[in-house]
T-cell receptor, first 115, second 107 residues
Framework: KAGVTQTPRYLIKTRGQQVTLSCSPI?????VSWYQQTPGQGLQFLFE???????NKGNFPGRFSGRQFSNSRSEMNVSTLELGDSALYLC??????????????FGPGTRLTVL | KNEVEQSPQNLTAQEGEFITINCSYS?????LHWLQQHPGGGIVSLFM???GKKKHGRLIATINIQEKHSSLHITASHPRDSAVYIC?????????FGTGTSLTVIP
């Protein structure tokens, strides 16, 4: 079974631009969660989607948004990029349930650099 | 205030040593996760446990729900165990992570 895939793996943007990241979960997994990892803040939960609906959300501004498609693939969008948005963005999938209540399978991440 | 605290932050061990990483949390939980992150970023889920002890190969994870504390033990450590180990707890609709323990095992 293929693992979680994320595209692109690396991305360089400038302040003020917007970016869209993509995540394809393991086949059969319906829950997709997104996380931001920075050296200063560590791993932080962004949001979780299940059956095309945002089910849980972390403490991030509205510039961070996402969506999930009927095939469970998910996209994350960050608008009006700031320097502090430079981070590794990870997605994880699980069969069902809120993030953390089932085993999570992580993708390799997208490293975003904002200049 | 951090919901999840890990110690130590950094750990260097000789190959073969027994290693313990600790995690304390302040929120009510039904499960706790131990994750492993190798250089390059990839994260692997090691354990998800809600009580007692779990063992997988040379890795052992324990949790004491009453004391809000968990430990990850590595027996007979090996250089390939060098990684960052992160504990994480789901609570309500949030998922909190520790800052991680960076482990280096020297041959």
């Amino acid at each position: 079974k293929a693992g979680v895939t994320q595209t692109p793996r690396y991305l360089i943007k400038t302040r003020g631009q917007q970016v869209t990241l993509s995540c394809s979960p393991i086949s059969g997994h319906r829950s997709v969660s997104w996380y931001q990892q920075t050296p200063g803040q560590g791993l932080q939960f962004l949001f979780e989607y299940f059956s095309e609906t945002q089910r849980n959300k972390g403490n991030f501004p509205g510039r961070f948004s996402g969506r999930q498609f009927s095939n469970s693939r998910s996209e994350m969008n960050v608008s009006t990029l700031e320097l502090g948005d430079s981070a590794l963005y990870l997605c994880a999938s699980s069969l069902s349930g809120p993030p953390g209540y089932n085993e999570q399978f992580f993708g390799p991440g997208t490293r975003l650099t904002v200049l | 205030k951090n919901e999840v605290e890990q110690s130590p932050q950094n750990l260097t061990a000789q190959e073969g040593e027994f290693i313990t990483i600790n995690c304390s949390y302040s929120v009510g939980i039904s499960a706790l996760h131990w994750l492993q992150q190798h250089p390059g970023g990839g994260i692997v889920s090691l354990f998800m446990l809600s009580s007692g002890k779990k063992k997988h190969g040379r890795l052992i994870a324990t949790i004491n729900i009453q004391e809000k504390h968990s430990s990850l033990h590595i027996t007979a450590s090996h250089p390939r165990d060098s990684a960052v180990y992160i504990c994480a707890v789901p609570t309500g609709n949030q998922f909190y992570f520790g800052t991680g323990t960076s482990l280096t095992v020297i041959p």
